[in-house]
C-alpha cells in the first residue's frame, strides 16, 4: 500500500489557509485525505481517527488549527505517526496563540511545528515528502528535484 498523509483541520474555516499544503502534496505525488475534525468540538471523533490512522495506511499526519490549537497535540498523543503542527492565524492574536500552543508540547509528545499560516502549511507538506523519503527512493528523489529547483530560482 502507498504510504498516505492524512490532512486534519480544526474547522472548515481553516481550509484556505491550508490549500498550499495540499498542493505540494499533490506535487509530489503523495496520496493524501483532508478532514475537518477538532479536538475540541468533536473530541470522540478525532480521537478514533487518530487511533486507527496508521492501520488506514498513513505515515504521516498534519494537523492545522487556530486559536486554543489542542489539535496537533491531542493526535500526537494518541498515535506513533510523526505528526506536524500548523499553526493558522484568524483571532485577534493573529497566530501567536496557537503557534505556542502547538509548539509547546510537554516531553514525551513532541509535534514538529512549523510557520504560521499558508508558509507553515507548505512546508508542512514538504517535511511530510521528506521524512517519507526516508524510507523512499522515490520520495527522496522528488525532494532533491525540488531543492534544485529552490537553488535555481
Ligand atoms: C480552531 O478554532 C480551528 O482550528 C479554527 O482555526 C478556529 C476557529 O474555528 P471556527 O470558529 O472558524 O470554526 O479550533
Redesign the pocket.
Known amino acids: 500500500m502507498a504510504a498516505k498523509v492524512l490532512v486534519l ?6 481550509r484556505e ?1 491550508m490549500q498550499g499544503c495540499l498542493e505540494y502534496l499533490d506535487r509530489f505525488g503523495i496520496q493524501h485525505e483532508f478532514q475537518v475534525s ?4 468533536s473530541p470522540e471523533k478525532t480521537r478514533l481517527t487518530a487511533m486507527s490512522a496508521r492501520a488506514d495506511g498513513y505515515r504521516v499526519i498534519i494537523c ?8 496537533p497535540g491531542f493526535v500526537a498523543s494518541l498515535t506513533s505517526l510523526p505528526v506536524i503542527g500548523v499553526p ?1 492565524a ?2 485577534h492574536l493573529s497566530g501567536m496563540d ?1 503557534l505556542h500552543a502547538i509548539v509547546q508540547m510537554p516531553p514525551g509528545v513532541p509535534v514538529a511545528t512549523m510557520a504560521i499560516g499558508k508558509a507553515g502549511a507548505k512546508n508542512a507538506a514538504i517535511f511530510a515528502a521528506q521524512i517519507l523519503g526516508v524510507a523512499s527512493e522515490e520520495f527522496e528523489a522528488k525532494i532533491d528535484d525540488f531543492k534544485a529547483q529552490l537553488a535555481s530560482g
Open positions: 483541520v480544526g474547522s472548515e474555516s481553516d489557509a477538532s479536538a475540541h468540538r492545522g488549527a487556530g486559536m486554543a490549537a489542542a489539535l493558522l484568524g483571532s496557537s
